[in-house]
């Protein structure tokens, strides 16, 4: 006898096939049962807003973290699926999206759950999807047509990021037949989108509002030390901790301070032993890391590498950390349980100056204080000014009769004064207006050119159009944007990144994007149409041709700063020894240092270049280029990613370098067209590509690991301790196997013979730097030097063969100064026993003709 499927539970709710969608009273009832029967009853404001929304309303819900607004989604996508109808949940972090899909998964079954990303899908078909908000402006803007009859707008104060806040406006003014819940628990006034949205749509937009949290808050404006507040909520059990900063430098070197007060007991320290045991702590800060958390302190922030951050979310949610020192990163996305959050400071630097928390800063991060389920309160707590705290102390001691009292202590440099009365304030206050982002953009034009059976003047542009004059913003931005738009269409033009075809008997002409760009073809960056213009000035026969494209692509990105300045310091050390030893004076010594710059390659060529292109492109306006080289230096120099980070002390920053080099191969993945990827660009593509692999796959898995969307759905994702293995992708084992070979050739080249020796897999012992000097003389005996320039790094140079099992043999050519590659480094590698990962893989058989 078959078993008989079970259904979700939300999904054995919904209309069988053949009948009838539901009415609005039956939705709710069954709606009511489905909370009932999870033991849960839903609080006024829940009940409220669903009540608005089987009235057909738009709904702005705003009411705190914990509230239960996932509910009120839920419902909507029931509302939705009982009608027969399409929705969307949107939120800012991909991590929440994959999370949310799970869980509606798990309500209302797989087959009726999709989720979309920038680059592959699961069940795009399907009545509910999850996605980013620009996935769904995106879509806004390629499908007019689009089937989006609802959307959930998760963290909806979003609206009001600089940089991605024209996403979540979009659909707002793209998608007229739509019906959004906009949630966020700290959502000031709205009237201005309210109103908008009622013009554009017909229909009206209630308004939810609750101060109510199921999880109370208590405030406490401390002025004692920092250490003994920590001391004090921990013997209160007012743990886990979360130690709000405002730098990365500041977490770090709180966590460090921390080090000095024993919060674990032996049995819990033996607890987070074990519970590491699996864990990878493989790059040059891990050891550090890993110190801290084994003295149960968690650290949190963009610094750190992915796989730490999961890392600390996932002993976080055991109960293992008492305090995570982290940065004001926690509002949204982050998966750590807390009970207090401390704030060391209620001042930051907001991208302009340092100035105080505003309202919903402040509001954001507090609320994750106190877990529904778990606690009954949750406590946020504000640090008086370090120099308070310690005037305090001082006039105890006088007050004590104390001699020698020091005088009181001014702020701290780079100050903003803050009190009591300002933890009050932001407490009480009501969150800032939300300001509208709108901009167009190349991408913007590009993608509404994308959709299907566009004309020129009665299509793509003249929706573009019809979206500025939509938009939130004053009638003198939509002047200043549509000026912007013509001219961003008649560069793409120029550009022949878009096409103009005449229609016949001179009807309308059709616009669409250039037939040869790759698929996913993107003008993400600014200065991408400056990347193609000027890839055609470079000569693709030269040795350096697959760097000079590198260093093109690394000049239209963000600077880097630490990075960059990490390179700066280096280069101004090493001058200064210089001039020291040439007996050059103070003074004379300082104004040459402040000639130095980081490194630039093909530096006169990319400001002389971008300064034309400027001229022909007045667009660019303030826009500046940014010559540099990292990943170029990288490669340059046979370094890898641990070599690297040493190399200049970004032990605190590795997460920031990590996120550059994914930037990079994105970039060359996405925006170099293919007709300028040689077979040696190829090969940088596959190296980077290597790189991020081997030392976190985290964001190479975001990025492209919904392309088995069966082996997606099987399972919810679970923070893996053990990285996969790189064997199991060819291309990216290949490209691991040359860089090396290339590290070993250098060191090799160079005569550093016990550097070399390290670089072997040399478990039998058959090899020393005596040996393998006396290996490579003969070739210095008729060669002299080892070339060491690109041409010695091409692929061809290299050989990959497979042996059995998880093994291998491998050869790299030694190029001497005549061109030649008749000497061979020849090595195996074999895994059979091992992981990649557990040390250097190449065994050297022999060196020779």
Not at 391 to 407: D, F, H, W, Y
Not at 454 to 479: A, C, F, M, P, W
Not at 590 to 615: C, H, S, V
């Amino acid at each position: 006898m078959a078993t008989p499927e079970i259904q979700a539970p939300l999904a054995a709710l919904l209309p069988k096939k053949g009948e009838p969608p539901l009415d609005a009273d039956e939705i709710l009832n069954r709606f009511v049962g489905y909370v009932a029967a999870n033991g849960l009853s839903l609080y006024s404001a829940q009940e409220e807003a669903i009540l608005e929304l089987l009235a057909g309303k738009h709904l702005f819900l705003k009411t705190p973290t914990g509230s239960g607004k996932s509910l009120v989604a839920t419902a909507l996508h029931f509302k939705a699926m009982a009608e027969g109808k399409v929705s969307f949940y949107t939120c800012p972090i991909k991590a929440l999206v994959n999370e949310k899909f799970f869980a509606l998964c798990d309500a209302f079954g797989a087959e009726n759950v999709g989720m979309l990303t920038g680059d592959a899908s699961i069940n795009r078909d399907a009545p509910i999807i999850c996605c980013t908000a620009e996935i769904l402006a995106n879509l806004a803007l390629r499908d007019a047509s689009a089937r989006v009859d609802y959307v959930v707008m998760d963290e909806f104060h979003y609206y009001s990021d600089r940089e991605r806040g024209v996403a979540w406006q979009l659909p707002l003014i793209a998608l007229p037949d739509t019906t959004f819940l906009l949630m966020s628990a700290t959502l000031g006034p709205t009237h201005v989108i309210e109103e908008s949205l009622t013009k554009l749509t017909g229909r009206e937009v209630a308004t939810v509002r609750s101060a109510e949290r199921p999880v109370p808050l208590d405030f406490d404006y401390r002025e004692s030390p920092l250490h003994e507040t920590i001391e004090d909520l921990i013997a209160r059990g007012k743990y886990p901790i979360y130690l709000v900063n405002f730098t990365q430098r500041t977490a770090a070197e709180q966590a460090q301070n921390l080090m000095s007060v024993d919060f674990s007991t032996k049995e819990e320290k033996e607890a987070i032993r074990l519970a590491l045991q699996d864990a990878p702590f493989d790059t040059p800060y891990g050891k550090e890391f890993q110190r801290f958390l084994r003295h149960g302190i968690g650290m949190h922030h963009a610094g750190l590498l992915p796989k730490y951050r999961l890392l600390v979310e996932k002993l976080a949610q055991h109960g293992h950390l008492k305090v995570i020192s982290g940065t004001d990163t926690l509002g949204v996305g982050v998966n750590i349980p807390i009970r207090t959050v401390l704030f060391t400071q209620l001042f930051k630097f907001n991208g302009e100056k340092l100035t105080t928390l505003s309202v919903r800063d402040f509001q954001q991060i507090a609320g994750r204080a106190g877990r529904k389920g778990f606690d009954t309160q949750g406590s946020v707590v504000a640090q008086a000014p370090e120099y308070v705290i310690e005037n305090i102390k001082l006039a105890a001691k006088e007050a004590a009769g104390k001699k020698k009292t020091p005088k009181a202590k001014p702020p701290q440099k780079n100050f903003v004064q803050y009190d009591r009365s300002t933890f009050e304030r932001l407490q009480n206050g009501m969150p800032e207006p939300l300001e509208s982002r709108f901009a167009v953009s190349h991408g913007m034009i590009l993608n509404l050119l994308q959709s299907d059976h566009q004309t020129e003047g009665n299509g793509g542009y003249k929706r573009l159009v019809t979206l500025v004059q939509r938009s939130h913003d004053s009638d003198y931005l939509k002047r200043r944007h549509l000026k912007e738009a013509a001219r961003d269409f008649r560069t793409l033009r120029g550009a022949e990144i878009i096409e103009v075809e005449k229609g016949q008997g001179g009807s309308g002409a059709t616009v669409k994007v250039a037939g040869e760009m790759q698929h996913d073809f993107s003008l993400n960056h600014t200065l991408s149409l400056y990347l193609l213009d000027t890839l055609e000035l470079l000569d693709p026969t030269t040795d350096t041709y697959a760097l000079d494209v590198v260093s093109l692509v690394e000049a239209i990105l963000e600077n880097p700063d630490v990075v960059l300045y990490a390179q700066l310091n280096q280069l101004k050390g090493e001058k200064i020894n210089e001039l020291k030893a040439q007996g050059v004076e103070y003074d004379d010594r300082m104004a040459e240092l402040e000639k130095l710059e980081w490194p630039k390659p093909n530096r006169d060529f990319i400001y002389g270049t971008f300064n034309k292109f400027a001229q022909k492109h007045p667009w660019v306006g303030e826009e500046n280029i940014r010559p540099k080289s990292i990943v170029r230096d990288m490669f340059e120099r046979f370094m890898s990613f641990p070599d690297y980070i040493r190399e200049y002390g970004l032990q605190r920053s590795e997460g920031v370098l990590l996120r550059y080099v994914n930037d990079t191969y994105k970039t060359l993945v996405q925006t170099v067209p293919e007709r300028f990827r040689t077979e040696e660009v190829e090969d940088f593509i596959d190296h980077l590509r290597a790189t991020l692999r081997q030392v976190d796959s985290s964001l190479l898995d975001e990025w492209e690991r919904m392309r088995n969307p069966d082996a997606a759905v099987e399972a919810k994702p679970v923070v893996e301790l053990k990285p996969k293995e790189l064997t199991d992708d060819p291309k990216a084992f290949a490209a691991r196997v040359r860089e090396e070979l290339h590290r070993l050739l250098k060191a090799l080249g160079q005569k550093r013979y016990m550097d070399a020796l390290a670089m072997l897999d040399n478990a039998l012992g058959e090899w020393t730097a005596p040996k393998l000097e006396q290996a490579m003389a003969p070739y210095f005996e008729e060669h002299k030097v080892v070339v060491l320039t690109p041409q010695a790094r091409k692929p061809a140079n290299t050989f990959l063969k497979e042996s059995g099992t998880r093994l291998w043999e491998t050869q790299q050519r030694i190029i001497d100064p005549e061109g030649h590659g008749d000497w061979m480094i020849d090595c195996e590698i074999d895994l059979r026993d091992r992981r990649l990962d557990e040390g250097p893989i190449l065994m050297l058989r022999r060196i020779g003709v």
